[in-house]
T-cell receptor
Framework: EPEVTQTPSHQVTQMGQEVILRCVPISNHLYFYWYRQILGQKVEFLVSFYNNEISEKSEIFDDQFSVERPDGSNFTLKIRSTKLEDSAMYFC???????????FGPGTRLLVL | KNEVEQSPQNLTAQEGEFITINCSYSVGISALHWLQQHPGGGIVSLFMLSSGKKKHGRLIATINIQEKHSSLHITASHPRDSAVYICAVPNYGGSQGNLIFGKGTKLSVKP
């Protein structure tokens, strides 16, 4: 069964460094999402992406964040200058046109030191 | 902006028991999601429903749009059902992606 994949599974970085989290959505899906979950807290929406542009973003998704679909398969989340509070699990999800279900990736656990 | 409340926060059950988890939200919505988060952190979408009831195996989800309330039921619970169950709704009612998540209900089923 097709699935969403994310790399890396874990990343440790120093405060102020840039990180790129990668996602490969399911191949015929057209809607893409990033969510994050700080340890012990709720899952939070970051951004949705459709037709090569951001369709919605939350207050969390400030200028430090950007998303890109650099080719036909990858969907990336870049954090320009990481802060300690960016430490969280980041989930990518995708959905097909007309579909109801979002399919989640396994997540990338980011630790900022 | 929508707000989501789930209850209970924690639930311990004996294998075979019938489980009910509740979710209430504040703003009228087009559809509601039930998700399962495994102990390792992975998230699986269980249901998306906009009215009535849906059933998948031992899981049943119901929604009452007028009362802004949904329930997730698990029949004949099993230790492998132990997970966090999360309800999520569109932030502004109609959106598919901008979801507001509940805090989750941590279910532990003992053998």
């Amino acid at each position: 069964e097709p699935e969403v994949t994310q790399t890396p599974s874990h990343q440790v970085t120093q405060m102020g460094q840039e990180v790129i989290l990668r996602c490969v959505p399911i191949s015929n899906h057209l809607y893409f999402y990033w969510y994050r979950q700080i340890l012990g807290q709720k899952v939070e929406f970051l951004v949705s992406f459709y037709n090569n542009e951001i369709s919605e973003k939350s207050e969390i998704f400030d200028d430090q964040f950007s998303v890109e679909r650099p080719d036909g398969s990858n969907f990336t989340l870049k954090i320009r200058s990481t802060k300690l509070e960016d430490s969280a699990m980041y989930f990518c999800a995708s959905r097909r046109l007309g579909g109801e279900t979002q399919y989640f990736g396994p997540g990338t656990r980011l630790l900022v030191l | 902006k929508n707000e989501v409340e789930q209850s209970p926060q924690n639930l311990t059950a004996q294998e075979g028991e019938f489980i009910t988890i509740n979710c209430s939200y504040s703003v009228g919505i087009s559809a509601l999601h039930w998700l399962q988060q495994h102990p390792g952190g992975g998230i699986v979408s269980l249901f998306m429903l906009s009215s009535g009831k849906k059933k998948h195996g031992r899981l049943i989800a119901t929604i009452n749009i007028q009362e802004k309330h949904s329930s997730l039921h698990i029949t004949a619970s099993h230790p492998r059902d132990s997970a966090v169950y999360i309800c999520a709704v569109p932030n502004y009612g109609g959106s598919q992606g901008n979801l507001i998540f509940g805090k989750g209900t941590k279910l532990s089923v003992k053998p």
